[in-house]
């Protein structure tokens, strides 16, 4: 990347080497346009990527590069400036709810009262747990997006207007309950002096608002960009308001898979609108999928007019490489899937699904459990969600629970009304979420992606890519 705009978004395709593009803009900074390597700072979303980076630039290049998480940024900038800080424990904001139900709500019938509005008089265990969860997601994005406590009341009148009234009365009294565990979680941060991850971010804002930065650096480079929050966009701003830094961001649309915690598209697609100055490229040549199975992700994924229009190119060729395996039988497809894969000699396969536990349905008393890696006989595989799977790859990959089921893919779990209000990633097309998950699970893979499908609750995905007769193969048994 020899662009040196003031502002830059590298569209990369899935495979087509976003961490070679992100280095080969640091060598060309440091080797041909004489940058100190201490002026530019690198950004990734996870410590896994950010570890990588860190060993590749100093085993072939030795640079000595900041390159941090956002967190690990947020941490910097308060220590930088002398700010004390705890981190809270990551399930701090969990047991705080447990407590609230356990101890709090049964010697309050207010909160008896609210639970009974919302849940019923006879609610079961896994209606409680669901109630959790949303609250747990709804403080998270709350935060994640730097919202004041004066909001709640906002939010009170929006849906005291939007709602009828049977579903009023539940939403403000799950809201009552949301914004008492929020202060309660809250006064525990400020009695333990701690901050939570949403807190790194948020503070680090402020303080650099107050006390400005103390390293200048120049160059500014965010990868996975398409996974950014508005609080965390808020932050790269800031520092190249303190800067004049120039600023890469390198990341694909097509992956952007984090919505639930607080990541909004807008921020991608909009990038010459939020930098007035900036200047778009995109890298159409990828390395990793054959060119077949290219063609059926890229038609897939760009049903949604909303996103960028890439086509990307591929010089590997592989006739079918989309098997879709038919079969009822769960345990048994999985096994005759992998022996027919094992046929060929594949030491590289990773199994994905929609859920943590989707695998224990498809697996029996005849393998071999060791972490996340399974052995069926002699032939071994790793299995992941597909959102842990974003960013890896394999030789062969298999997808299970692609099914028409509640917690199937697509999943049919309905967003909660009140998570709108906290959530600023606008829905452009149905299912568009579930469908860009769907797309990085196809594209995980060098050579083909098998899919495990039942012969009668075909998912809507299954069924649409079954119309490409060239380069999806059907295998029914």
Known sequence: MLSNEKATLVVAGAGSGKSLTIIGKIVYLVNYCHVNPKDILCISFTND??????????????????????????????????????????????????????????NNKNYMNSLKIILGKKYSDKELNNLKRLINTFISLFKSNNYNVSYFKDILKKIKFTLNYKEYKVNKNILLLIINIYLLY??????????????????????LKVNGL??????????????????????????????????????????????????TLYIFLNFTKLL?????????????????LINVAGKFIMKNRAQQRKILRSGKHLDYPVKIYFSDDKVKALKEVLEIINKNK??????????????????????KIENDIYTYKDISFRYLTMHKSK???????????????????????????????????????????????????????????????????????????????????????
């Open 49 to 106: 990527a950010t570890i990588n980076l860190k060993n590749n630039i100093a085993k072939n290049y030795n640079f000595k590069i900041d390159i941090y998480t956002f967190h690990k940024l947020a941490l910097e900038i308060l220590k930088q400036n002398k700010i004390p800080f705890i981190i809270a424990p990551d399930n701090y904001l969990e047991e705080t709810i447990d407590n609230f139900f356990d101890n709090i709500v049964p």
């Open 214 to 263: 103390k390293t200048k650096w120049k160059y500014i480079i965010v990868d996975e960009y398409q996974d950014t929050s508005v609080i965390k966009f808020a932050l790269i701003k800031e520092i190249i308001r303190l800067t004049n830094a120039n600023f890469l961001a390198v990341g694909d649309d097509f992956q952007s898979i984090y919505r639930f915690t607080g990541c």
């Open 346 to 367: 594949v030491e590289e396969i990773m199994v994905l699904g929609r859920n943590n536990k989707d695998i224990k349905r498809y697996v029996d008393k005849e393998y």
């Open 391 to 477: 960013g890896l790859e394999s030789e062969v990959v298999i997808l299970i629970n692609i099914e028409d089921s509640l917690t199937g893919m697509p999943t049919q779990i309905k967003q909660e009304k009140l998570l709108k209000y906290v959530n600023k990633q606008k829905e452009y097309y149905k299912y568009e979420e579930e469908r860009r998950l769907f797309y990085v699970a196809l594209t995980r893979t060098k050579t083909i992606t098998y899919i495990i499908s039942p012969n009668d609750k075909q998912s809507i995905f299954v069924k649409e890519i079954l119309k490409d007769k060239r380069n999806v193969e059907a295998i029914k048994k």
């Open 276 to 292: 007035p100055y900036a200047k778009i490229f995109q890298i159409v040549n990828t390395y990793r999928n054959p060119q077949e």
């Open 186 to 207: 809250e006064d525990g941060l400020r009695q333990e002096k701690a901050i939570d991850f949403n807190d790194m971010i948020n503070k680090s804002l402020e303080c």
